[in-house]
């Protein structure tokens, strides 16, 4: 009962997209998003008229004045600096517009291009200082916003009447303050296309990467050859002419020079920037999540003024939003990378009846032998890590080893040893082609093909990404075992598609379905996902029928068929469960039945374990991966299976003290030869009554001239 | 309520006494694989205890009373029930506990009928038997609730039931000295009282008439168990078993605790053992794994091989140690005779000797 509830729980009960959703880059925008949506709810919920078209509209000009203020500041704070000096730059520029047109008469183009020229050049000042003079940003845009201020009111003080005196009655200058579009206002326009603009640059571009690397190490970058000094004072620059547009628009809206403009602008853009989500430290950030943090920021003092609250209370409640925004920042960033991996392992629930019986007296099938004893070494001590073994038609021995080399054996005494390839990443299964290319499963790197003269080429690396998966995972993690069919179609295994060939201990802690199945067509290199959602594939082998694969699920301790071609296409059957151990590799064999490696054997405890998927969670987050509770994959054996899944035959090597690990087995001529990922050999097995003439590659596709 | 809050905290974050840490084998304890090294004196199928009376040697194995002279083993004689403990007394005479329920005192070794029978309705498990200085007799007691064989139960259960009794063979009265312990497991005569091994708090204690027990050693990486004196002054504690980090989990893991004793074979059991890597349905963990062909001797213990040199105050000098990849595991008896130490290593079923010549100045010097 209590079983069930655990089972059904742990079925819809999606645990693992916790860990796959935090660990996407865009969730850190998600949570301003959601805080905004709240605010917007709960202001709308409280004041009258709040979502009408007018107050939208009033709400929507000044978010993009500031807006685009914030734009620059998020700029220069990804680069890893910070522009005190933006609310004296605005009234700067603000009196600037407003001289040009209302006292020298100047025409409105003229006016805004001199404005931004004026903002660029207020911009440069910091961006030379601190970028070429390598001032700090903190006191020197502190001193340039004192100055600025300083120079703004010396000049209000001489031309404030003349402009306040003045009613320019110019269309466009009326129309950027206050015109829309389609009922949108023009500043909320621009400023949107500001933002598109400005996110591809952010994202796609070269110089917004550079920004980004300067912001996140600016050494490093400097070591990558990206102009530091440079970019960071072209982004003071931008940040003036941001600052010099959000200010052109104010001016045309409101047309003063009061002597309070822009006091205090510095602290609602620097609140809607951290609240946004842009890390003060700088290397993180987006446009989305300046333009979010300004709405939340807008609506909040709108929304306080309009309930009549005081001045002093709405810039308290903007400091202590500063303040609590910058402090989740910073344990977030701090704690990120902890929390996600203590959520992103996530078990499930796996249940296996009891195990058929395997010792020795009990009978059945698995009943332990020794059989094995007598297994000969090859290579010993000189390979290490052979996770497959393979033949070719002249009787050569391949193996794969862990320093990311195919080796190879030379008949007939297999003494010699030879690198024929080197790839550089873990080979793990093989298969040779009609024209005896090496296919070859790389873990971490996909699958790959090897040449008669050992020529490495990349098969394919990457498969279609699936569309319910939050995780992007069209990239191969862990190529396990293929075979090849007639026709030149590939089968290959991906063993799991969360986590990394050397973490698949924690794919065992967590037992869910999540490896798969795909096929790369040799003929046109297209790659497809077969089948999905398999607790850990392993081995493939192509069935007799030539129409089906039979895989192994190593953690499912099952064998299923799955047919590609014929009546049944797309079917999946399973032809063996509840193994008593692991299922590894399968092969075929010379009496047209089939090998399976049973990689190591089910343990009582771990099988309860499996059933119990909240203990196994608190034991990946207290107890050290070397203390985990694993499969044990120290013993086990080789068994002979026919087409109907009936276990023919069992070997087994009671001490394991010749052959500790099988992961693989290769018939050939009369030999059984054995691979295991953490051996330091290859086994050698005499088989009685087995064809002496069997070669896998002749049998299925007749002999080679 | 805030204890009870704290102790929710704790579980939740896995701090204070929801922590699995164990000590490292260091210092004093620092690893060497001495024992593996050691003679194998016999090799029987249940070797429990050892007593001398500095020239015979006794091996209780099983049911049977085994004497060992000059490298010859013979059979004594044999009881009825399976001996649990075993001590010399003084002027030839042997006690003998049986069964964990009973304690037999003979005159001899090859007494017909017991001179005195202690069988008191509180004894279930005896597991070691002391002289103590005024000629009385000091027997551990593991458990209340189960026998002496199935202490990993009494481990997993969580008790704490272990007690220490005084037998008197002259008033044949039997005096409760301290109760309550976590699996008293061999006693050793210090002042006027006892120094207990209590397995489950990993500690020794000092158990005297009249007071609590105090503390001598604790925080030990091992399960403590019977001890003997030394002859250069100090005793020699043998450890049964390790901790690991993971049977430290499972003890603070009840609902996975409860299901598996109900519904795994006790030999598959996530506890510690006397004996480890006879079969692949014991429990595995991750440093297991033979990579390359080789078992590594750090990997968590399933079972281990340990006796601590302790010097008069109970403090340890030296260690020697049976690692993950020896065979001499579940060290529960050692005595000193001559110039050697013999030790039951009950895992493999064998008595070893080992020369103490030089022991000491390797390791203290």
Known sequence: MRDTLTSLRY?????????????????????????????????????????????????????????????????????????????????????????????????????????????????????????????????????????????????????????????????????????????????????????????????????????????????????????????????????????????????????????????????????????????????????????????????????????????????????GILLVAAMVDIRWQKNR?????????APTYHALPPPPPTEIGQGGPFEQNDKLRNVESIGLGRIEAPED?????????????????????????????????????????????????????????????????????????????????????????????????????????????????????????????????????TKTGVTRTELRGLKFPNGICVASDGQSILFAETFGCSIKRYWFAGPKKGKVEVVMDNLPGYPDNINLASDGNY???????????????????????RMGKRVPVDEWLFPNINTGCVVKFNEQGKIVE???????????????????????????????????????????????????????? | MIAAVREFANRFLGRGDATITVPSFDGALKPNQKLESAETLLTCEAPEDLATDGSNLYIAD????????????????????????????????????????????????????????????????????????????????????????DWARDLMELNRS??????????????PLAQGLGHAFGACAHGNGALVSESWRHRLVLVTPGASPKVVLAHLPVYPSRLTKAAGGGYWLTAFTARTQLIEFVLREPGYRRRMMAEIDPAYWVAPRLRSGLSFKEPMQGAHIKTMGVIKPWAPPRSYGLVIRLNADGQPLYSLHSRVDGVNHGIVAAVELGGDLVLIAKGPGRVLRLSLSGLAEEFCS
């Not at chain 1, 009369?670 to 009554?689: A, C, F, S, T």
């Open chain 1, 11 to 319: 079925r819809y009960w999606p645990d693992h997209l916790l860990g796959e959703i935090l660990s996407k880059r865009w969730t850190e925008t998600a949570i301003p998003v959601i805080l905004l949506l709240i605010v917007g709810l709960a202001l709308s919920r409280s004041i009258d008229n709040f979502l009408s078209p007018a107050s939208l509209a009033d709400t929507a000009r000044q978010a993009g004045e500031i807006g685009f203020i914030a734009l620059g500041l998020a700029l220069v704070v990804i680069v890893g600096g910070i522009d005190l000096s933006v609310g004296s730059i605005f009234a700067l520029t603000d009196f600037c517009a407003l001289y040009l047109l209302d006292v020298l008469d100047w025409p409105v183009p003229a006016v805004v291009a001199a404005t931004l020229l004026c903002g660029a050049l207020l911009g440069a000042v910091n961006g030379v200082l601190i970028g070429y003079l390598r001032l700090r940003a903190f006191i020197t845009t502190l001193i340039t916003l004192i100055i600025y201020r300083s120079a703004y009111d010396l000049l209000i003080q001489r031309y404030s009447n003349a402009i306040a005196s003045a009613f320019p009655d110019i269309p466009s200058w009326d129309f950027i303050g206050g015109g829309s579009v389609f009922g949108i206002p023009t500043v909320a326009l621009v400023y949107i296309v500001v933002a598109i603009v400005g996110h591809i640059f952010m994202t796609r571009l070269r110089p917004g990467w550079h920004i980004t690397a300067i912001g996140g190490s600016r050494r490093s970058a400097y070591n990558s050859g990206i102009p530091v000094r440079r970019t960071i004072a072209l982004c003071y620059v931008a940040s003036g002419v941001l600052t010099s547009i959000g200010a052109l628009f104010f001016a045309s809206r409101l047309g003063t020079v009061g002597g309070d403009i822009g006091v205090g602008l510095e602290v609602i853009v620097l609140t809607a920037t951290v609240l946004g989500g842009i890390t003060l430290g700088g290397g993180k950030g987006s446009v989305a999540k300046s333009a979010v943090g300004v709405l939340i920021v807008l609506l909040i003092t709108n929304g306080l003024t309009t309930m009549n609250a005081r001045g002093g209370v709405n810039r308290m409640a903007l400091a």
């Open chain 1, 337 to 345: 990378t902890r929390i996600i991996s203590k959520v992103y392992v």
């Open chain 1, 389 to 521: 073994v393979i033949l070719d038609r002249h009787d050569n021995l391949y193996a794969g080893s862990r320093h990311g080399d195919i080796m190879r054996f030379l008949a007939p005494d297999y003494q010699k040893m030879e690198v024929f390839a080197h790839i550089g990443g873990q080979p793990l299964g093989m298969a040779f082609d009609r024209e005896d290319n090496l296919y070859v499963c790389i873990g971490g790197m996909g699958l790959y093909r090897i040449t008669p003269d050992g020529t490495v080429e990349k098969a394919t690396d990457e498969t279609n990404r699936s569309m319910r998966s939050v995780n992007d995972d069209s990239r191969l993690r862990l190529a396990d075992d293929l075979d090849i069919t007639d026709d030149g179609l590939i089968f290959f295994s991906e063993a799991t598609v969360r986590y990394e060939m050397d973490e698949w201990p924690i794919d065992g802690l967590e037992a869910r379905g999540n490896g798969r199945i795909i096929s790369y067509d």
């Open chain 1, 595 to 617: 090998w399976l490696a049973l990689v190591g054997m089910r343990s009582p405890s771990l099988d309860l374990a499996w059933k119990m998927p909240g203990f196994r969670r």
């Open chain 1, 650 to 705: 069992s070997f087994w090597d009671l001490r394991g003290e010749n052959h500790p690990m099988i992961t693989s087995m290769r018939e050939h001529r009369g030999y059984l030869y054995l691979g295991g990922i953490l051996n330091n050999r290859i086994g050698r097995y005499k088989l009685d009554n087995a064809d002496p003439n069997f070669v896998q590659y002749d049998k299925r596709w007749g002999k080679q001239s």
């Open chain 2, 62 to 149: 099983g049911q049977r009373l085994m004497s060992l002279t000059g490298g010859q083993a013979s059979e004594v004689r044999s009881f009825e029930q399976p001996i649990s403990a075993l001590c010399a007394l003084p002027g030839g005479g042997l006690a003998v506990a049986l069964g964990g329920r009973e304690v037999h005192l003979y005159a001899n070794a090859s007494a017909e009928q017991p001179g005195v029978t202690f069988a008191d309705t509180a004894f279930n498990a005896i597991n070691a038997l002391a002289l103590a200085g005024d000629n009385t007799l000091i027997a551990t007691d593991g458990s209340a609730t189960c026998g002496v064989d």
């Open chain 2, 162 to 175: 272990g007690r220490v009794f005084r037998l008197d063979p002259g008033s044949k009265v039997v005096t």
